[in-house]
């Protein structure tokens, strides 16, 4: 068991140096297309190998050693044991990074002259301003069940306002054929913000149902709806910047944008025939 131990827990030193000098080897050698010359196999490969098992020998004291020292600083204790403030905070953060996007998208509507991007753009921002309304709600002391399924049923009237009007946008879009192109690095800023919206918007919705409030379950549909019409401005700037302008392009758009609509307004018309539903519910109760 010993010399175990001592194979698998080498010094943290080591660890790190032998995990660096086989990172930067394996990129040397795919730099120089040597990944398939046969020496590397019995040497650098094995290395890289015991390498990667000691790093994940490691892990579990590393994320003990971690938590320790986040437990010493009281913002991020605070951070593990307040799941209020944890949310307020997470929700707060990811307004200000939709924020900053939206704006970034208007921009390059107006640069770009794209009647698209300043659509998408002002509906980001529109619905950026009802979360921040939202979070305001999230801050009372006891807001109220009534006060929560109000606010609830006013952004489900919103957003189908809002669908309407996209719906109408995307349509034009679509009967033109005149997509959003821009350059390469707002392709990957695009792409990269889609996944950050979609992930969050979903795992934030899985978790809102155990705390059963009615502010933040809003708060995460309509996360959920920023992401979705975000992965169709995605897929219209593809296609205009790596794209032909074939029929078929047109066509997926057409899809996608029919798909993203109908899924926003039945999220929409969810949100206020579930609102009307809990207050006259509460109604009944008083």
């Known amino acids: 068991m010993k ?142 069940i009534r006060f929560e399924w109000q606010r609830y049923r006013s952004c489900g009237v919103l957003l189908l306002v809002l669908t309407a009007a996209l719906s109408a946008m995307a349509a034009h879009m679509v009967i033109t054929g005149k997509g959003s192109s821009y350059p390469g690095y707002a392709i990957y800023a695009a792409a990269a913000y889609t996944f950050y919206i979609l992930s969050t918007g979903i795992i934030g919705l899985v978790r809102s149902r155990r705390l059963r409030s009615p502010i933040l379950s809003a708060t995460r549909l309509l996360c959920l709806s920023t992401a979705l019409v975000s992965m169709l401005s995605l897929q219209t700037a593809m296609f205009a910047s790596f794209g032909d302008g074939s029929s078929f392009e047109r066509v997926m758009n057409a899809i996608s944008g029919s798909a993203v609509c109908a899924t926003v307004l039945i999220i929409a018309l969810f949100m206020i025939r579930r609102a009307n539903r809990a207050l006259r519910q509460a109604e009944r109760i008083a």
């Open 3 to 144: 010399i175990l131990k001592r194979i698998f827990f080498p010094p943290a030193a080591i660890t790190a140096a032998l995990c660096v000098f086989c990172a930067c080897a394996l990129m040397i050698a795919a730099h120089l297309r040597l990944l398939t010359f046969p020496v590397l196999y019995g040497t650098l490969y094995p290395l890289s190998m015991y390498a990667l098992a000691i790093l994940c020998a490691r892990i579990p004291a590393l994320a003990r050693a971690m938590r320790a020292g986040a437990n010493r600083n009281p913002l991020i204790r605070r951070f593990i044991a307040d799941p209020p403030y944890r949310i307020r905070l997470t929700l707060s953060i990811s307004l200000g990074i939709s924020l900053c996007y939206s704006l970034f998208k208007l921009a390059l509507g107006v640069i770009y002259r794209s009647t698209w991007l300043g659509a998408v753009a002002s509906y980001y921002i529109v619905l950026s301003i009802v979360r921040f309304r939202l979070l305001t709600g999230l801050r009372l002391s006891s807001p109220g």
